[in-house]
């Protein structure tokens, strides 16, 4: 079965600093990964996903995630952060039938 | 806007009641996806339907229910509710293909049971 970790479920970073969200994944296939973002009393979006392709995939508002196979890890990251970016995180792996399988979220928060 | 609408936004309800949740997706997607999303629980997938017949089971109680009709509306129903199922429900949808696994996500159903 698929399934996500996400190592922390708060971050916190001062604006203009950068941000490293992490995930680990695990999968008895090559899998497809997401990030979504969820922020306060909205819907979900989806940031970036990982399909087989480029490692290294890049999504809206300056976030990039890298896959890497040896380390079971597809961590988010962002170089430097904006107020708007609080909010809720969550990695995703698509289970099967494309099912998506949420992490528990990592919640960002963003000093001035 | 990711193109998926869902109603009620809010519902408030008390317990043994019966609500229905409605869901449209994207205008040509084929699948559509229910998830829960609570403190406890976290973010669940429910169900998925596909062109109108039941493709995926997740974590769903048999007092829930859904289906997806001709026009690929898709409607969830919560029967016998618990305190416990408040929650926010979402509804997702993704594209033509099988091998689309690419959901966007309504704005949600926010269910309160007194």
């Known amino acids: 079965a698929q399934s996500v970790t996400q190592l922390d479920s708060h971050v916190s970073v001062s604006e203009g600093t950068p941000v490293l969200l992490r995930c680990n994944y695990s999968?008895?296939?090559?899998?497809?990964l997401f990030w979504y973002v969820q922020h306060p009393n909205k819907g979900l979006q989806l940031l970036l996903k990982?399909?087989?392709?480029?490692?290294l995939v890049k999504g809206i508002n300056g976030f990039e995630a890298e896959f890497k196979k040896s380390e079971t890890s597809f961590h988010l990251t962002k170089p430097s952060a904006h107020m708007s970016d609080a909010a809720e995180y969550f990695c995703?792996?698509?289970?099967?039938?494309?099912?998506?399988?949420f992490g528990t979220g990592t919640r960002l928060l963003v000093s001035p | 806007d990711s193109g998926v609408t869902q109603t009620p936004k809010h519902l408030i309800t008390a317990t043994g009641q019966r609500v229905t949740l409605r869901c449209s997706p994207r205008?040509?997607?084929?699948?559509v996806y229910w998830y829960q999303q609570s403190l406890d629980q976290g973010l669940q997938f429910l169900i998925q339907?596909?062109?109108?017949?039941?493709?995926a089971k997740g974590n769903i109680l048999e007092r829930f229910s859904a289906q997806q009709f001709p026009d690929l509306h898709s409607e969830l129903n919560l029967s016998s509710l618990e305190l416990g199922d408040s929650a926010l429900y979402f509804c997702?949808?993704?594209?033509?293909?099988?091998?689309?696994?690419?959901?966007?996500f309504g704005p949600g159903t926010r269910l309160t049971v007194l």
């Open positions: 997702a949808s993704s594209g033509a293909g099988l091998e689309s696994n690419e959901q966007f």
């Open positions: 999968s008895s296939y090559s899998p497809s």
């Open positions: 990982y399909t087989s392709a480029a490692t």
């Open positions: 995703v792996v698509s289970g099967g039938f494309q099912k998506l399988v």
């Open positions: 205008s040509g997607d084929l699948s």
């Open positions: 339907y596909y062109n109108g017949e039941e493709r």
